[in-house]
């Protein structure tokens, strides 16, 4: 019998968005890999950039808005000009992140322009009026009963679920450590924007957060970011004091000495609202605090009414309960980019700065069994 045409289109929209669901479940099953670096800003990123070289070119050729938005307009006058401009602080803050995004550049085999131009992205997209995924949920316990737990979802794009990897770094200068640090980085991207920790009691997670202004004479969040891993979490509160941010973004973190959570957000001027955490909360890709013009987000809006059904969470497990819901069947808190929701949960990160542990999670950490667990540095 023959089929209407109507209903074969609908049968073949219906096939594509199974065969999108099906090919970000199968992607969640593979390990995030990792290297471990030692040597200077150039060389540490150089080894990274050649171990993750397809990764890297990946990234960048599949996204679609930076090869047919961001490029272009980095070809105008006008897009030069704002070029120039971010380069320029960051060449007076931290010319020694440009050496690191020169050795990622040189390992990866893409040009340097290309990689700081991918490090300004955030930025570009929001003067550009392109709207990029919103990313990350967050939820804190810390109490008087021995708890200090911050849960993470690292959500992002579809094309990210293959392309992250963890980085355990120890950047000298002169022979000197400067830095050591172990993060989940985004290809191409400085180290700093998602989740991890240092050897100075820092631990911390990032949440984007979507300001419609943006300054051009700010440094770029990326930089900004990255400039965390050298910090102890008692120097975290004045950098961000001291330097503008071009766009904006919420930094939740922990102190492995004091075993206390903290949440900022921030925005440019420099705004900022710090605010020390007290038994149970949570952040998402919104402004909660701090009075700012921005976009409106539907998932960090259906996010937040889902975690106000909870009981507080009173454990760990509570915690990755909450994380691991899939209960709005449009806007779920753990993520797999199924329309109209276009995020997807890339893993799950559990800190206990009692215990001294991260736990990573591949898949819904409701289930499944840490794909990952790390050894947070210990202070008497």
Known sequence: MATAPG?????????????????VSSQTLQPIPEIIVDGTYYDASLA???????????????????????????????GKELYDSFLKVIQFWYPQYLDELR?????????????????????????LGVTTPPSCSDLYLVNEHKQSLMGHNEDGGV?????????RAVIRNSGKVVENFTVLCYAGELCGNAFGFNSLGLVFTVNALFPKDVSRNSLVRNVLNRAFLALGPFNIPPLLFSISCASGFSVNFGDLRLKNVSNIEV???????????????YHFNMYLR??????????????????????????????RDILGDTNDPNYPIYRTAKPPDDAATICTAEFDLIAGTLEVYRGNPKEAEPE???RLPHFQ
């Open 7 to 23: 209903k074969l289109v609908l049968w073949q929209m219906l096939i594509i968005i199974l065969f999108t669901v099906n090919a």
């Open 48 to 78: 990274v950039g050649r171990k993750f070289s397809s990764q890297i070119r990946s990234a960048i050729s599949n996204n679609t808005f930076f090869s047919k938005k961001i490029q272009p307009y980095y070809q105008t006058a006008e």
């Open 103 to 127: 050795g990622l550049a040189d390992g990866a085999g893409v040009p340097y322009d290309t990689l700081v131009l991918w490090n300004m992205k955030f930025e570009w997209s929001i003067m």
């Open 159 to 167: 094309s990210d679920l293959n392309t992250v990897y963890f980085v």
């Open 267 to 281: 925005a440019t001027g420099p705004l900022i609202n710090w605010v020390g955490i007290k038994n149970y909360n």
């Open 290 to 319: 701090l009075n700012v013009s921005q976009r409106t987000d539907l998932s960090s809006i259906h996010r937040l009414e889902r975690v106000h059904q909870f009981l507080p969470p009173t454990d760990s497990k509570d915690i």
């Open 372 to 374: 990952r667990t790390y």
